[in-house]
């Protein structure tokens, strides 16, 4: 079994800031044009896809899992402005109850179909679910989360 890395402090990620689906789907885009893909944290390429995935399709769809009610509401207040707005940070560990959103091996194409028909999804349905930590969302701020939790995943993907 490969060592866990503490993603936390891994260095040499790629610095990525996207405005909009399009910015994910172009920076997926370039990636697939790579021979080959390197990963600096504990999931493989495939694995990252598989899990943006997931995400944009349950913020469609709906979450296996809430975090209570009252930590919702207190979440919401403290940290949407900055869940939506700023980088997320690496290192964080989803609770037990998140279970579901921990990606099993695949493969990259496996990985790449899946975040392309999530992603036209979310551009095509207007849908959206709660988010499971800070509550309901409009589409323009599933949007803005979207990039966000983009940019922390996708930073972990170097081309070789």
């Given amino acids: ?18 405005t909009c689906l ?6 997926v885009e370039k990636l697939a044009q790579c021979k080959q893909i390197n990963h600096l944290g504990n999931w493989t ?3 990252v896809l ?8 349950n ?20 940290m949407k402005g900055r869940l939506l707005n700023k980088p997320m940070e690496s290192g964080f560990n989803l609770p037990k109850r998140a279970a579901a959103m ?12 899946g975040f392309r028909r999530a992603l036209g999804r979310l ?8 988010s499971p ?12 989360l979207h990039c966000r939790h983009s940019e922390l995943h996708l930073s972990f993907l170097t081309p070789a």
């Fill in 45 to 47: 390429p495939g694995q």
């Fill in 59 to 78: 913020s469609i769809d709906g979450f296996p899992f809430q975090m209570p009610g009252i930590l919702r509401f207190v979440l919401r207040l403290t």
């Fill in 133 to 144: 930590v800070i509550g309901p969302l409009t589409a323009e701020e599933w949007e803005q």
């Fill in 102 to 113: 921990l990606p099993q091996p695949t493969t990259w194409e496996e990985g790449l179909t």
């Fill in 22 to 27: 399009d910015d994910i789907r172009a920076d």
């Fill in 123 to 130: 551009k095509t349905e207007t849908r959206r679910a709660p």
């Fill in 1 to 18: 079994m490969p060592e866990t890395i503490t993603t936390a402090k891994t260095t040499g990620r790629r610095s990525l800031q996207f």
């Fill in 50 to 57: 598989k899990h943006l995935a997931m995400t944009m399709d």
